[in-house]
């Protein structure tokens, strides 16, 4: 009979385990920004590219194929030409490079297509190894320089899967390095920064040189499963104790492990998610929950029950160590047909209307701090992809500049012209706050182009040719092919996307359409090719933000577009905008 009482306990104890892990797992599905990566935290609401790294084997481990590959695609262009990733202060950092290249290495074990990202990024990482092994800190006190010992994992990892021993020898010199670098384990350090020295130890084979030191750490561990996230404090770090059950189940530590991933269980918030720290005096972001802290909690508990697993005992417990499988959604879909439509008549907006309606009351220093802490529109993607560090573009009708600006941040020459002085000023401001060099010209496009023959690589423009009649398009189309060497961009409101139709639609029946006359395109080949250029290239971006103009009622088409393989997403052509290029 107790038997049979205890038996039941672990088999509720196993379930409400999983109880917690599927709500932490919603949480991020939750805080995870369309088509691109997981926020920093409930408050701050921006990519956080080294927790979308190292997420990314976490969710393939939890069955969400389609986000880890959504991770890694926002991954893959936003990547920096040198191969590294920046911290949500716009800062490269070897760390999120090295957590960045955790996630596209598992990637491009499901996709080839992200392996040169991933050689990229180890490439960079490899880089910032010194002879003696050292990789500075950038941290100064704040972090102790030898959490970079979980970055070697990833580089180790690296060498192996692309056979490139110069990554092995690298990573192995630095593991010596931290190995003999003074107090490497001290456990004044927050458990969170000590959990990732210790693990990346663990990863890197050398689990007898910390065994002891775990040890040490669960000591203090409290009968209700807590870590003091220092020695002299009795709250506790959430992420940190979170790690530290992973380190233990690697190292055969499974009781203590599962009482803290128990505890963790306790604590979680309604929510799914957990906040930094918990407990009386707590001070590692008390009241915002983490990104990091969801990531380490789904890893414990993947960790818990794969050991479960392989023991053959979760037969049972009901529900333990299951993971629903995606269901393939690969096949294909038949391309839309193209035509052309009339567009609705509207208002042409004078000049202080464009300078209001696309600036409005943003200031160039908020704008340049989202562009640093990588918000950036997801229509830059194919402005990156069909340009390459050292070229020159111009943008024609720039508004604000933020395009042109990301352009200048991945090394390439920005040139921006438009017609509103007011534009002009400000992207003169936000490029003197991102200390980028940019040119600016005042023109009307529809005059002409103020710029001698081949005298930029690319010529693009974004929000423009929409406004103009067939005949401004093909004349403005024209003086872009003749003042560019290499070809002409474009991006319009695409006909083909539905729920921006709609949603435009009715804006402009309520009279609260803001931009003026609008023609949606459903294709801009016949303009290119009606001025001479070839091997067009046409395709739709910004899916998830047509819906921006659907207004609340969203939720279940974003579930729908959720449930969809990015290639069979991308292959509905419902993006809110055209891209298309033409070569000359």
Not at 33 to 54: D, F, M
Not at 77 to 105: K, T
Not at 223 to 229: E, R
Not at 317 to 330: I, L, S
């Amino acid at each position: 009979m107790l038997c049979r009482i205890f038996l039941a306990k672990i088999a509720q104890r196993g379930s409400n385990v999983i109880r917690s892990h599927d709500k932490a797992l919603e949480w991020v599905r939750r805080n995870t920004i369309a088509e691109q990566g997981i926020v920093v935290s409930s408050k701050q609401r921006c990519p956080y590219l080294e927790v979308t790294g190292y997420m990314i084997p976490t969710l393939f481990d939890a069955g969400e194929h389609l986000l880890a590959e959504q991770y890694a695609e926002f991954l893959s262009w936003v990547q920096r030409p040198n191969g590294s990733f920046v911290g949500p202060n716009g800062r490269e950092y070897v760390f999120d490079s090295g957590q960045a290249l955790r996630g596209l290495i598992r990637a491009c074990q499901h996709d080839a297509r992200f392996r040169p990202f991933a050689l990229k990024a180890a490439d960079y990482v490899a880089s910032q190894i010194e002879k003696d092994g050292q990789m500075h800190s950038p941290y100064g006190k704040e972090i102790p320089e030898q959490v970079h010992v979980f970055v070697l994992p990833p580089l180790l990892l690296a060498g192996i899967v692309f056979d490139k021993p110069e990554y092995l020898e690298k990573a192995k010199k630095a593991l010596m390095f931290y190995k003999n670098f003074p107090h490497v384990l001290d456990d004044s350090h927050l458990t969170h920064f000590l959990a990732y020295t210790v693990d990346g130890f663990v990863d890197a084979g050398e689990t007898e040189f910390v065994r002891s030191f775990v040890r040490k750490i669960f000591s203090r561990q409290r009968k209700d499963g807590a870590i003091p996230a220092y020695p002299d404090v009795i709250w506790t770090c959430s992420p940190g104790l979170a790690q530290l059950a992973i380190v233990g189940y690697k190292l055969g530590m499974h009781r203590e492990a599962d009482r803290a991933v128990d505890r963790l269980c306790r604590l979680q918030n309604p929510s799914g998610g957990f906040y930094g720290s918990y407990g009386f005096g707590a001070d590692y972001f008390p009241r915002e929950e983490l990104s990091w802290a969801s990531k380490f909690f789904l890893d414990a508990v993947q960790l818990k029950t794969k050991l479960v697993r392989d023991r053959n005992l979760y037969a049972s417990f009901p529900g333990y160590g299951h993971v629903e499988q995606p269901v393939d959604r690969n096949h294909k879909l038949g391309s839309p047909i193209l035509a052309q439509t009339d567009a609705r008549e509207s208002s042409v907006l004078g000049m202080k209307g464009w300078y209001d309606a696309i600036v409005g009351r943003e200031s160039a220093v908020d704008l340049a701090n989202r562009i640093r802490n990588s918000q950036f529109p997801v229509w830059c993607k194919p402005l990156l992809d069909h340009t390459s560090p050292g070229a020159s573009t111009l943008e024609l009708g720039s508004g604000t500049g933020q395009l042109s600006a990301i352009l200048g941040i991945y090394g390439r020459i920005p040139h921006l012209l438009d017609y509103s002085k007011g534009c002009i000023q400000f992207g003169k401001r936000l490029f003197q706050e991102l200390e980028l060099e940019g040119y600016f010209h005042r023109a009307d496009i529809v005059k002409g182009i103020p710029m001698r023959e081949r005298s930029v690589d690319w010529v693009w423009s974004s929000g423009v040719l929409e406004h103009l009649s067939d005949e401004h398009i093909v004349a403005v189309l024209a003086e872009s092919a003749r003042v560019c060497t290499r070809g002409v961009m474009s991006l319009v409101p695409n006909a083909n996307s539905i729920f921006y139709r709609i949603g435009k639609f009715l804006k402009e029946k309520n009279r609260t359409w803001p931009y003026g006359r609008e023609r949606p395109m459903f294709t801009m080949k016949n303009y290119f090719e009606a001025v001479g250029l070839r091997s067009i290239e046409e395709y739709s971006v910004g899916v998830y933000h047509s819906l921006e103009f659907w207004g609340s009622d969203k939720t279940e088409i974003k579930s729908f577009y959720d449930s969809l393989a990015l290639r069979e997403l991308q292959s509905l052509n419902q993006g809110y905008l055209l891209f298309t290029c033409g070569k000359r």
